[in-house]
């Protein structure tokens, strides 16, 4: 067996094992928090990782992964070329990459202006019209939680005009909410303020059941709070393997 080989071996072993412990992990959180199992996805967050990994864990039986950033988003979904997966972008989206996201996204997790809807709803159309895309984007409304512009995220009072706007958007479908909670804040409370905030918008679009919560630190609180989707990076894919410059 050659060293790469090896490597390669060894990584595929402390992935499968990441893996196993953190769905354990999930369900337990799920069963503590008295929700049906199944009932909370696990979305794999592997930005800033190798298509290599993206590989390995797609042998492991995963089909949906998390990418923060167009160009290595787009470059991991060009090598591996999956006609069975769902690539979700979930960092915070410039409108002029719009048009390269609608060619591979199918979900956006991080909608949080008028002006970006309305870049991904055109591109989107753009792409379907080329041949590029059948399905419409799937899209959740990151909310602030904290009223600090610098982590993005629409203001809770301005929640239901944008909700409004992409569910009226041919190129869209508003899917439902994500939030990050704020540093050093109680996560309970940001989390509980995330459900309120939730329960309204069903009120309104009943289609807008995913909340997007929940990371590797604080998973279990967010599934307490309803969260229907955990993004986990670090508890699965260990230390960041380069920068985010």
């Given amino acids: 067996m050659t060293q790469e080989t090896s490597t ?3 990584r595929a072993s402390e992935l499968s094992t990441r893996l196993d412990g953190l769905l354990t992990r999930l ?3 799920v069963a503590a928090a ?3 199992a199944g009932s909370v996805r696990l979305l794999p967050v592997t930005k800033f990782f190798p298509a290599a990994d993206v590989d390995i864990l797609y042998r492991l039986g995963r089909r949906e992964f998390g990418e923060s950033r167009e160009q290595e988003a787009s470059a991991k979904v060009a090598e591996l070329a999956y006609d069975d ?3 979700h972008m979930i960092g915070r989206l410039q409108r002029n990459k719009a048009r390269a996201v609608a060619r591979w996204a199918h979900t956006v997790h991080s909608v949080d ?3 970006l809807a309305n870049a991904l709803d055109r591109a989107v159309t753009d792409a379907q019209a080329a041949g590029e895309r059948t399905a419409p984007l799937r899209v959740l409304l990151q909310v602030s939680l904290d009223a600090d512009p610098g982590r993005g995220g629409v203001e809770p009072a301005d929640l239901p005009a ?3 706007l992409v569910a009226k958007a041919p190129g869209l479908h508003l899917a439902g909410l994500m939030a990050i909670p704020p540093l050093d804040a109680d996560i ?3 989390f509980a303020k995330l459900a309120t905030l939730h329960t309204s918008l069903l009120a309104q679009h009943a289609d807008a059941t995913e909340l997007s919560a929940g990371m590797s630190g604080d998973l ?3 599934v307490e709070h309803g969260s229907t989707c955990v993004r986990v990076g670090t508890a699965l894919m260990g230390a960041r393997p380069i920068t985010s410059a």
Avoid: K, M
């Fill in 34 to 36: 008295g929700r049906p």
């Fill in 162 to 164: 944008l909700a409004d």
């Fill in 8 to 10: 390669g071996t060894d």
């Fill in 220 to 222: 279990e609180i967010a």
């Fill in 113 to 115: 202006s008028e002006r």
């Fill in 85 to 87: 997966v769902e690539w």
């Fill in 188 to 190: 309970h409370a940001s």
């Fill in 27 to 29: 369900d337990a959180a």
